[in-house]
Every structure is written in C-alpha cells, then in structure tokens.
C-alpha cells in the first residue's frame, strides 16, 4: 500500500492522489479505457477514506481524464496530449499541426511597462520601456497555454493590433515584416497552477502547468521576444528537438 503522508504544509492529501493517478494516465502507465480503482481501493491504495479518494477522481474528472459511467466504473478516456516540438524554429500553431483542432488566440492584457530586470537583461530593449501582452491559446475548443510576451516597441509597435487581428505570435511578427525568427533558448520547469491560471486554463485546483521560459531573436541574434507560457499539463507534452 502506497500510503500518502499528508505534508505539513496542509497541502491536501486528494492533490497528492490525483497527481499519481494523472501520471499514471500521461505517462501510459493507465491507457484509453482502462478501468480506474474504486474509491474503495484507492483509498485503501493511499490509507485515506473513501471521501478523500472521491475528491481525487472528481479532479481527474474535471480535467477530462476520466469519466464515471454509471454501474461500471471509473474509466480513462483518452483524452487528447498534445505534442508541442520545441527547436530553433518553435512555431506553435505548426508544431501541434491540423490534427489539434483549431487553434486561435486571445490578447488578455497589454501594458508598456518597465520590464523586470530579468526580462530587459534578455530583450535589450532600445528604450526604457518594453510592450507586455498577456494571451490565452486554445486548440481544439480547450485552453491550452497562457502566455507572457515582452517585446521591445522600437522594433514592433504595432504588436498588440497584429496579435488582436491574427491571433498568432508568427503571424503578427509576420505583418510587421518578420518573416523569419529562431528560438535561442528555452527553459522548462513545473509547478502548480496559480488560482488564476486554474480560472483561465480551465483546471482543478492542484493541477500542474508546465513553464517555458524562452528567448526568441532574429536571425541576426537580435533578441525580439522574451515569452513566458504556462501549459496544462494534463494536455501538453513537450519535445525538445536536439538537431
């Protein structure tokens, strides 16, 4: 019995079972239409009572990982995980390909803004000032990332209007006479998804996002975009091409 030892920081002992049973799922280890544990099991399975067994299903259930069919079960469902290829050409929108859905784009929020030190360290921007917008990506009728874009206003004023009318960070660069744009580098990390990023993205409370921290540039290594993505994890795999 892998018994959960709930931490002493309160985190709830129902997160830590659904977080084993939705990599279980990601992972294979659990496929399309295999049949959950029962409450029962699980919560012999985990030493914790039936209640909290339950709350851990109905998060996966959220998610679209699972589903209850009554008299039967608790069974996966298969639900779609998107590979998102990340090289020195990182093109989301062609990365997931036709088979995704139909993806389309959302600006939540622009600002110009000091940008952090972090963040003007890497962009080098012209001026004091860099263009922030906040977006939300949805593929096949799910969110699937939210992102932080920084920009350097000398070089694409007109991003927010471009992004607004494409709906795509390529496409956008594209009406501002980018036509060609390399990925310098990209690093990935986990966590769970703040209280907003459940709202936007569409997820149980506990759910894990993956992060990408990454530098885009011009061909000529002129830094032009420094993007900050949080992927639902549930949804989302990331290769990470080493040609």
């Given at each position: 019995?892998?018994?959960?030892?709930?931490?002493?920081?309160?985190?709830?002992?129902?997160?830590?079972?659904?977080?084993?049973?939705?990599?279980?799922?990601?992972?294979?280890?659990?496929?399309?239409?295999a049949r959950l544990p029962s409450e029962n099991e699980l919560a012999q399975r985990?030493?914790?009572?039936?209640?909290?067994?339950?709350?851990?299903?109905?998060?996966?259930?959220?998610?679209?990982?699972?589903?209850?069919?009554?008299?039967?079960?608790?069974?996966?469902?298969?639900?779609?995980?998107?590979?998102?290829?990340?090289?020195?050409?990182?093109?989301?929108?062609?990365?997931?390909?036709?088979?995704?859905?139909?993806?389309t784009g959302r600006v939540l929020d622009h600002a110009r803004e000091r940008p952090p030190a972090g963040i003007a360290a890497r962009l080098q921007p012209l001026g004091e000032l860099a263009i922030r917008v906040e977006t939300l990506r949805i593929v096949g009728g799910k969110p699937l990332s939210r992102g932080t874009h920084w920009f350097d206003p000398a070089r694409v004023p007109d991003i927010v209007a471009n992004l607004r009318r494409t709906s795509s960070v390529t496409a956008a660069l594209r009406a501002a006479?980018?036509?060609?744009?390399?990925?310098?580098?990209?690093?990935?990390?986990?966590?769970?998804?703040?209280a907003a990023e459940v709202v936007e993205l569409e997820l149980e409370p506990g759910s894990v996002v993956l992060v990408t921290d990454s530098v885009d540039a011009l061909v000529d290594q002129t830094p032009l975009q420094v993007g900050i993505s949080r992927f639902a994890a549930?949804?989302?795999?990331?290769?990470?091409?080493?040609?």
């Open positions: 019995m892998s018994q959960i030892t709930r931490p002493s920081t309160g985190y709830a002992a129902w997160r830590l079972i659904a977080e084993e049973l939705r990599a279980d799922i990601v992972e294979g280890r659990l496929g399309t239409g985990f030493g914790v009572n039936r209640q909290t067994a339950r709350q851990a299903v109905t998060a996966l259930a959220g998610e679209g990982l699972v589903e209850a069919r009554r008299g039967s079960g608790t069974f996966v469902t298969g639900a779609p995980v998107h590979v998102h290829r990340i090289g020195v050409r990182t093109r989301l929108s062609s990365s997931l390909g036709p088979s995704a859905g139909p993806a006479g980018i036509h060609d744009y390399v990925r310098l580098s990209t690093l990935v990390s986990a966590r769970h998804a703040t549930a949804r989302m795999a990331l290769d990470i091409e080493h040609s």
